[in-house]
């Protein structure tokens, strides 16, 4: 059956949609996480504290989908990509899930009780499940660009041949830093926008404005460690953007630097990492100079840019492997099929317009200011 796209175009095509997937999760509940990770040092007193709480309360779940959507796109669109990296990163992502379930069960039992105690308990294990997963993202996508220790036998089974001490190098941790960094950031221009002010949201800004420059800084860190140290991966001879998905039919090699190479043969891949440096800047500046929107575009802008600068300058590579680089993923040679990837596009061009609809409309309807006194009067609020 011939179909309207070829396969080479619907590979390319899901690869651009994770993408958008993974950068929609990080400027929606990246601000989720950012708060989270704020709560325990920008509010002080129950009524601050649960002020900040209800900046995110009416939108963080629907957030989340972000995250399901993104799992699910790789489960669907790129399966050797999933069955790898979920073994690989078994207990990391034990630990993720471990701490995003604390934020639904804070949420809900924070303040069913009055004693001091039970509350702070649950401030803190918000900031928990804020802190580990922003953490551990940034950690994994650092420990994705060294590549990871696993190789495929003539029959396509993974061994994964490292161990979960081993994904903590200096440069995972760099990258797991300005995971944080980066989205507390994010949560600090939001709460710029969505708390009353006073001294919560001056509190927010001096901290944003620290975390907004220790995001650059720990940026072009990242950029030096891709250029002069021993990080990147090169296919040799020229691949079949249109053969069949076998991860054994390409080759590829290590080569130091090569997360470089796309920005040198396509120029107008420079506008990721701009925009990262560029976007983060207008966040520090709006965020130091008490400016809402800016330090909020800015925050989004930066993210956005930080995360495509990693997925270009990987392309076609999605999974390397460290220990036998002809077993790496590509775009090329670990997705679905054909008419399996055309459906679930003609699914998604439904589906997806819907989705942005009803989130903008949320946005929309629950939009306003947190504040103390609202919280005696609104039973409906955490």
């Known amino acids: 059956m011939d179909l309207p796209l070829d396969y080479a175009t619907l590979r390319i095509i899901w690869w651009g949609l994770m993408g958008v997937l993974l950068m929609a999760f990080a400027v929606t509940d990246g601000f989720d996480l950012g708060v989270a990770t704020l709560l325990p040092f920008v509010a002080r007193t129950d009524g601050e504290r649960r002020m900040v709480i209800n900046t995110i309360g009416p939108t963080w779940e629907g957030n989340q989908v972000w995250f399901i959507l993104g799992g699910g796109a790789i489960f669907a669109a790129w399966p ?91 440069f995972t941790l760099l990258c797991g830093l300005l995971s944080v960094a980066m989205l507390v950031t994010h949560g600090a221009a939001w709460l710029t926008m969505k708390a009353e002010k006073g001294v919560v949201r001056d509190r927010a800004r001096t901290i944003g404005t620290a975390a907004a420059l220790v995001s650059i800084l720990l940026f ?27 991860p054994l039919r390409s080759s ?54 930080i995360v495509a600068t990693v997925g270009l300058s990987m392309f076609p590579f999605i999974l390397p492997s460290s220990i036998d680089p002809k077993s790496s993923l590509t775009v090329w040679n670990a997705s679905s099929s054909h008419m399996t990837l055309f459906v679930m596009l003609a699914v998604t061009v439904v589906m997806l317009p819907i989705v942005l609809i009803y989130t903008a409309w949320a946005f929309k309807v629950m939009w306003g200011r947190s504040t103390v006194e609202s919280l005696s009067s609104n039973p409906d609020l955490y």
């Not at 918000?126 to 802190?131: A, P, Q, R």
């Not at 250029?227 to 076998?246: C, I, K, Q, W, Y």
């Not at 506008?271 to 809402?292: C, D, V």
């Open 220 to 246: 072009a860190g990242g950029y030096a460690f891709t250029a002069f140290g021993s990080l990147g991966f090169r296919l040799e001879g020229v691949a079949d953007a249109a053969g069949p998905s076998n």
């Open 80 to 170: 050797f990509v999933y069955a790898v990296s979920f073994s690989g990163f078994y207990l990391a992502m034990f630990a993720v899930l471990a701490a995003l379930i604390l934020r639904p069960v804070g949420f809900k039992y924070r303040s069913k009780r009055p004693s001091k105690t039970w509350r702070s308990g649950w401030d803190w294990a918000l900031f928990v499940g804020g802190f580990a997963p922003a953490l551990v993202f940034g950690v994994a996508v650092g420990n994705v660009l060294q590549g990871l220790p696993f190789r495929l036998d003539g029959d396509l089974r993974s061994t994964y041949e490292g161990g979960f001490l081993g994904l903590f190098t200096p």
């Open 252 to 305: 590829a090699v290590a080569a130091p630097g090569a997360w470089h190479d796309n920005f040198g043969a396509y120029p107008w891949m420079w506008i990721a990492p701009l925009a990262g440096f560029l976007g983060t800047g207008l966040a520090l500046f709006g965020i130091r100079a008490g400016r809402e929107a800016p330090a909020f575009v800015g925050s989004s802008l930066g993210a956005l840019g």
